[in-house]
């Protein structure tokens, strides 16, 4: 698959909110870091990723997130989207950037919001 299949199966199953589905689109130890700060986002990477998204999901049963923009650069996929649904019923908008291998998702970056 293309990185952007990949990245679209992942929303897919997101919307759906079909965790097992939705996890297997990502490597089992994914990295989940803020950009531009580079740290690592402790209550979703690796192990805690499954029991975020878990608890997510059990939480939002409206949860769906609309793709706003993309950008693809090399195995480099960037989403800009907005999110409805969220915890019940917030709206957010998000920027994740995806790092796709062969095969899964290796490593995210959600864009840390800023005020300028």
Known sequence: MSPEEIV???LAAYNAGDLEC???F??????????????VIAD?????FRERYRRLFEASPDLHAELVSRVRHGRVVI????VTG???DQTRTAVA???VGEERIERVWFVEQTDL
């Open 22 to 24: 939705f996890l297997g």
């Open 44 to 48: 979703c990477s690796g192990p805690a």
């Open 26 to 39: 990502y490597v089992e130890e994914v990295p989940v870091l803020g950009f531009p700060s580079g740290e």
């Open 79 to 82: 989403d800009q989207e907005r």
């Open 86 to 88: 969220f915890m019940g």
């Open 8 to 10: 679209d199966g992942q």
């Open 97 to 99: 950037m995806y790092e």
